[in-house]
């Protein structure tokens, strides 16, 4: 199925099934063969329903109403059961957003190819050894027995999404939509996978939408960019035209919030804390602390201290260890030798162990904003129940309380009733802020804060953040993106496998790395 | 939630549902004070319906009809009762196991899991052999064979919850073991927990009724004792073994669609 066909989209709208919303306003797409677009847009514009309609797919709670999507001769919209299955991989190829949840994990990596092709129609077993090999091999992963009875889980998250990729491209499809599919991956591995979709795209003459929230990521990639917003398109055009003459304020604001390049953000480098400050010591001091997992080491004989109205940022890959520290740091990670202390006083291991200004004094903020809200609680009362708990506050006067911290980080008393489901992320990020201003700590513990958010809402996360810490707030930044580094932090530390390998005032270890590997970090983001 | 209630009126199944359990339970528990009395013999046994006996006459010659409405109230009592009991010593349980050391969660599952291996109604037919049936024991007893299996779905659903962000966030607040089950498990399991309710009281009125078609149940006037009192007279007076039957199955297909459809619209939110 590789005569070049491209997809053609026109006129689609798609509506909420329950409140009649429309979630996609008659939208026009067409994408020539071998083309390789970039769909970018923010949380519910409507870029991932987009997407999956090129796969004749609307999720639960969608439908089309009007329009059509067609590959080369073959209608998708109003296709039966049946042909939609055989078109499916055969003419129209996904890889999903996450690897891990994609791939059957109780089937072999081989046997999963090999029901695929099956499924559609090649049941040879050397023809279908000899297409797996060719797909394997294209990806860059090895074809030996060995390798195609590994189960998903005994695969790196880069091999397991080579894995997807390879079952997207296996029947040579005409089209492949690529939802997502760097989101859970490191820096160099990201730029791996789509260096490869893009070589792919290239040798099969396939028309690839590639779905991304991470606009950097495309304007590198993409021939072609495409922003969608509130359910339309609203720029489309050559990714260098896109990039240099938005057409829609929307796009302008994307593109002011992509993080500017290490050497130009150096210019406006934050000043440290004046030398008087020093003497009274450090907020936080962190001691040779090495950190287990399940008996395995994860850090070793990490240090650093962070002194007062300082921010201090770890940065490293996934796996480096830096969110085991800032756990370690909470009390949420007890199994440890080293010593952590606040204040020149040494922590209990255990957050239950830790007296009441200890864990006043220490905040942490999640990653996840989607995860560390109680879903069955409002906002307001999130917020408030920090202050009951840790100021002793009573409960109407936590309310005014939570009101004044919501207030703080730019969020309205109209959020104050809002359960979290009705949030966008970076609400939610502000809602978990509040939480943890509420309780006025003497430092801030941010563990990834804002890589889980859309990139304008990272932009106003971190000004906000910029904001509180000139007011004087000491924080713990931790990081895999070097950039927003640069904007935030006075020093920095760099981790790689759970040791530090290169510390300093965050301008030198930007302009003049000591270390290769901070080399190698700041090559593959900068 | 208002988006959910629609959601949940749009469905036949659950409509169907509702109306169905609704019935069952009006029968069941405005049936005693509209039976005639249920002990009352009104003609031969296995008369077909007619005059005094709208749904004809049982074993002894009493109206089926009055026993079918006198008989539904304890039944079903004791089967909810008993998942009552089961689900509620499940979640004490499965949440002690999803907080508790993994050495003992361990052993205490591993324990749990050869329990659950033994047949619900083979465990119940045991101890009431030994302690006889009386309303007290069968509740006791079908109650109690739930509660591994509630646990361990409790337990799974508890774990869930504590190793989210939110429930560690409430750790570092300080909040006390008491404030972190009743605040933050609990209200995120609650919709674990009602489902497990109602598989839990549809299985009791099962088991129930198995005892009693076993002969091993309750004595008094029920569903269940109906089935096995009559089943002698099936070919002559169908109605006397088929009255409780269908009542049972409607109360039980009522209560799984019920179930199945709740499912279905929360998911799709």
């Not at chain 1, 996978?193 to 590198?220: C, Q, T």
Request: glycine share 10%; charged share 20%.
């Amino acid at each position: 199925m590789s005569e070049a066909s491209g997809i053609a989209i026109s006129g689609l709208r798609i509506h909420a099934t329950d409140d009649r919303r429309e979630v996609l306003h008659g939208v026009d797409l067409t994408v020539g063969p071998g083309e390789f677009v970039g769909i970018a847009g923010e949380t519910g514009s409507g870029k991932t329903t987009l997407g999956l309609s090129a796969l004749g797919f609307a999720r639960p709670g969608l439908s089309v109403t009007a329009g059509s999507v067609a590959v080369g001769d073959h209608q998708l919209i109003g296709a039966g059961r049946e042909e939609l299955r055989r078109l499916r991989g055969d003419v129209v190829g996904y890889v999903p957003q996450d690897p891990a949840t994609a791939l059957n994990p109780g089937l072999r990596v081989g046997a999963g190819l090999r029901e695929v092709l099956r499924a559609h129609g090649i049941g040879d077993r050397d023809e279908q050894r000899r297409r797996i090999a060719a797909a394997f091999g294209a990806v860059g992963l090895p074809h030996d027995d060995a390798f195609l009875r590994r189960y998903p889980n005994q695969l790196s998250g880069g091999q397991q999404q080579r894995v997807s990729i390879a079952t997207a491209f296996v029947l040579r499809p005409a089209v492949v939509v690529l939802d997502e599919p760097t989101t859970g991956l490191d820096a160099a591995t990201k730029a791996a996978v789509v260096r490869l979709v893009h070589d792919l795209s290239r040798s099969a003459g396939a028309s690839v939408l590639f779905i991304s929230h991470d606009l950097r990521l495309l304007m590198e990639t993409a021939d072609r960019l495409i922003v969608v917003y509130r359910g339309a398109i609203v720029d489309d055009g050559p990714t260098a035209r896109v990039a240099a003459e938005p057409r829609h304020e929307y796009t302008r604001t994307l593109l002011a919030a992509v993080p500017a390049p290490v050497g130009a953000a150096l210019a406006r480098h934050w000043p440290g804390p004046s030398p008087g400050d020093a003497a009274t010591g450090p907020v936080l001091a962190v001691d040779a602390l090495t950190a287990r997992h399940a008996g395995v080491a994860v850090t070793s004989d990490v240090g650093f201290t962070v002194d007062a109205g300082e921010c201090v940022a770890l940065v490293g890959e996934s796996g480096s260890g830096k969110t085991t520290i800032a756990r370690t740091v909470a009390g949420l990670h007890t199994s440890y030798d080293g010593t952590v202390r606040l204040d020149g006083e040494v922590l209990a291991r255990s957050v239950s162990r830790r007296n009441l200004t200890q864990l006043r004094a220490l905040q942490y903020v999640f990653q996840n904003p989607f995860g560390s809200l109680n879903p069955r609680r409002t906002a307001g009362r999130s917020v408030a129940l920090a202050a009951e708990l840790v100021l002793g506050m009573s409960r109407p006067e936590a309310a005014d309380a939570a009101a004044a911290a919501l207030e703080r980080v730019g969020l309205s008393t109209r959020h104050l009733r809002s359960q979290p489901h009705a949030l966008s992320g970076g609400e939610r990020q502000r809602v978990a802020l509040a939480r943890a201003l509420i309780c006025r700590p003497r430092i801030l513990i941010c563990d990834e804060v804002t890589s889980s958010l859309d990139l304008s809402v990272q932009a106003e996360i971190v000004q906000l953040l910029t904001g509180l810490q000139s007011d004087g707030l000491t924080m713990l930044f931790i990081t895999h993106d070097l950039p927003l580094v640069s904007t935030i932090a006075q020093r920095t530390l760099v981790l790689r496998d759970g040791a530090v390998v290169e510390a300093g005032p965050t301008p030198d270890v930007l302009a003049t790395p000591q270390h290769e590997y901070t080399r190698r970090l700041l090559t593959v983001t900068g | 939630m208002s988006a959910v209630a629609t959601q949940l009126v749009r469905r036949p199944s659950v409509v169907a549902g509702t109306l169905m359990t609704a019935a069952t339970l009006f029968v069941a528990f405005a049936g005693p004070a509209l039976a005639g009395s249920p002990d009352e013999f009104v003609g031969a046994p296995f008369q077909g319906p007619g005059g005094d006996a709208p749904l004809g006459t049982d074993v002894m010659g009493r109206s089926v009809l009055a026993r079918l409405l006198a008989g539904g109230r304890d039944f079903l009592l004791q089967g909810i009762l008993a998942a009552a009991l089961g689900v509620g010593a499940g979640v004490l349980l499965g949440v002690a196991l999803a907080s508790a050391s993994r050495r003992v969660a361990d052993l205490v599952l591993s324990l749990n899991d050869t329990v659950i291996v033994l047949p619900q109604i083979v465990i119940a037919l045991l101890v009431l052999t030994r302690l006889g049936a009386t309303p007290l024991t069968l509740v006791l007893v079908v109650g109690i064979v739930h509660v591994p299996q509630s646990a361990r779905v409790v337990r799974a659903a508890t774990q869930r919850v504590v190793t989210q962000d939110y429930y560690d966030s409430a750790r570092t607040l300080g909040a006390s073991r008491r404030r972190l089950f009743t605040g933050e498990v609990l209200p995120n399991i609650a919709g674990v927990v009602l489902l497990e309710l109602s598989i839990r009281l549809a299985i009791s009125v099962v088991v129930l009724a198995s005892l009693s078609y076993l002969g091993f149940g309750s004595t008094d006037t029920q569903w269940g004792r109906m089935i096995h009192e009559n089943q002698g007279g099936l070919t002559i007076q169908p109605w006397a073994v088929l009255a409780p039957v269908i009542c049972t199955g409607v109360f039980l297909i009522g209560v799984n669609l019920l179930r199945g459809g709740t499912v279905r619209a929360l998911a799709v939110r």
